[in-house]
């Protein structure tokens, strides 16, 4: 199972360190960073940083605790939810949409659709992979849900491949996991599959 790591205090997080290195990353290109456009730069830098990383300090599955039951064993699918990580190998973001979707288990556990979203976001606020993030985001539904399928797909832009490297802008990653029904059953994901690509 691929579980985030155990949530960091959030005092752990030091605007004032942050702000210093961004200082010395602005002296290291050759910048001023006391210049007039610069000089707050630091600042905004670390505080967007703290946001854009705010999952760290979270456990993003306690969403999922909040559950009821209901007599439905169909599919429940929420498309096109936008995220916005931070990869974790260049420190620029990748973005995109998450599709989720799991068929309730037998004890008909479900969640509140914006719970997905919750979860999603959670688990990108911190450095990440885009592989890495799909699996967290089934395994957590598995986890918490108990369901008979999950699927999650993935689809997102990388800034470290459009804006620096090879460069190609609009080019989309797509990842995708299944768990339990989804995995043995090649009909029922084609079914899923075409749910999320109509």
Partial sequence: MNTPQ???DSGSFDQERAEAAIRELLLAIGEDPD???LKET???VARAYRETCSGLYEDPTEVLNKTFSEDHRELVLVRDITFYSMCEHHLVPFFGKAHIGYIPGESGKVTGLSKLARLI????KRPQ???RLTSQVAD???EKLDPSAVIVVLEAEHLCMAMRGIRKPGANTVTS???GGFQKNSASRAEAMALIRP
Avoid: K, T
């Avoid at 976001?121 to 990108?124: F, I, M, P, R, S």
């Fill in 6 to 8: 155990q949530p960091l």
């Fill in 35 to 37: 210049r007039e456009g």
């Fill in 42 to 44: 630091p600042a905004r």
């Fill in 121 to 124: 976001d959670g688990l990108a």
């Fill in 129 to 131: 992979v885009q592989e």
């Fill in 140 to 142: 957590a539904l598995v």
């Fill in 177 to 179: 996991a299944v768990r």
